[in-house]
């Protein structure tokens, strides 16, 4: 089993709101991935979680907090965004960061910001 | 430094003929390389990797894929098109070399496919 599940597959917020997006995989990988992708360009790192400890994070701004309760799930807080960060958000994961290797993508959130 | 090169930016084909889609990479260290497909608003499906086994790949829904260190190249091929194939189509090298284990996409070709 390859899948990376996240919900929601739409959101729609207000400039004020505060939202989460959500990513589980049960592959018993030990390193998860946000990314962010605008239409018609490939998807930008945003944050690296490896062993439930975040180890990178893009210069990504404060708005976006991601969280890694346990090693299946990983979070991103959302608050006060703009509506230039409507775009889909996609989760990843892979065995080890460590030593690159293959990642696998979830479906993505498509989110906007009004 | 790596990074990816995708020749085309769009490619348009006809059902039943040959795809090629092209892509360079520049590495520093072994790399390994792999192609995605993402069908509109759908996530990333890997179709293939690279990890300096056999330098030729082959990947699911018919697509493999020849590395040739000499080019520095990894192009992506399928005999006979599917209109199920138009999507887009990222090369992408990970950072082997270091302990980040980044990917680099290449922009992106989007693939049409024509009845």
């Known amino acids: 089993d390859t899948e990376v599940t996240q919900t929601p597959k739409h959101l729609v917020m207000g400039m004020t709101n505060k939202k989460s997006l959500k990513c589980e995989q049960h592959?018993?990988?030990?390193?998860m991935y946000w990314y962010k992708q605008k239409a018609k360009k490939p998807p930008e790192l945003m944050f690296v979680?490896?062993?439930?400890?975040?180890?990178i994070n893009e210069s990504v701004p404060s708005r976006f907090s991601p969280e890694c309760p346990n090693s299946s799930l990983l979070n991103l807080h959302l608050h006060a965004l703009q509506p230039e960060d409507s775009a889909l958000y996609l989760c990843?994961?892979?065995?080890?960061?460590?030593?690159?290797?293959?990642?696998?993508f979830g479906p993505g959130t498509r989110l906007t910001v009004l | 430094a790596q990074s990816v090169t995708q020749l085309d930016s769009h490619v348009s084909v006809s059902e039943g003929t040959p795809v090629l889609l092209r892509c360079n990479y520049s590495?520093?260290?072994?790399?390994?390389l792999f192609w995605y497909v993402q069908h509109p608003n759908k996530g990333l499906q890997l179709l293939l990797k690279?990890?300096?086994?056999?330098?030729l790949v082959k990947g699911i829904n018919g697509f493999e894929a020849e590395f040739k260190k000499s080019e520095t190249s990894f192009h992506l091929t399928k005999p006979s098109a599917h209109m199920s194939d138009a999507a887009e189509y990222f090369c992408?090298?990970?950072?082997?070399?270091?302990?980040?284990?980044?990917?680099?996409f290449g922009r992106g070709t989007q693939l049409t496919v024509w009845p």
């Open positions: 990843a994961s892979s065995q080890d960061r460590a030593e690159p290797d293959t990642q696998y």
């Open positions: 592959m018993g990988h030990r390193a």
């Open positions: 979680y490896s062993y439930e400890k975040l180890s």
């Open positions: 992408v090298v990970s950072d082997r070399g270091s302990t980040l284990g980044r990917l680099y």
């Open positions: 590495s520093s260290y072994s790399p390994s």
């Open positions: 690279y990890t300096s086994a056999a330098t």
